[in-house]
């Protein structure tokens, strides 16, 4: 399961960032970006084409490449786990229980709400580490530390 987490974020994040550039984000990615409120179909709502380059491929190498060396059970776990983390930053309510809370480093749904909002950096599927080694959550930082000062401002008054 590490190796399938780790290989399918690698993946999700290089290629969410590949298509959000010119003509990748016209033709394919702007059907996941029709909707800027998240609700939870919208993590799947996603062009055929860019299904198969960063969801299907990102989440069905790792077992089609261990091959019998991965039980069913593994997969099928796998499948529910990658789904509930989609699930879990798209549905536009920070899930409090949520596994993506307790991770070092896991989304949320803030991170990935500001990304359909703004349409600016946030690529990060399970994982933020590579917004912040590639400097792709920036805009997200500014923006959330202004929302701390906004209401410790209005805490004091």
């Not at 990060?124 to 805009?139: K, N």
């Amino acid at each position: 399961m590490a190796i399938f987490i780790l290989w399918e974020d690698f993946v999700i994040y290089w290629g969410h960032n590949i298509f959000h550039q010119g003509v990748l984000y016209k033709k394919f990615h702007k059907v996941h970006h029709e909707y800027t409120i998240s609700c939870a179909f919208i993590g799947e709502y996603i062009h055929p084409f860019e299904y198969m380059i960063s969801q299907a491929l990102p989440n069905g190498l790792c077992p089609m490449l261990l091959g019998s060396n991965v039980h069913y059970f593994t997969i099928f776990f796998w499948n529910i786990f990658r789904m509930w983390g989609t699930i879990d930053v798209h549905v536009g309510y920070e899930i409090p229980w949520s596994f993506l809370r307790v991770l070092p480093f896991g989304n949320s749904s803030y991170f990935h709400d500001y990304h359909h909002n703004n349409n600016l950096g946030t690529y990060a599927g399970m994982f933020t580490f590579w917004d912040s080694l590639m400097g792709t959550d920036t805009d997200y930082r500014k923006y959330r530390w202004q929302m701390i000062t906004k209401y410790l401002k209005e805490e004091e008054e």
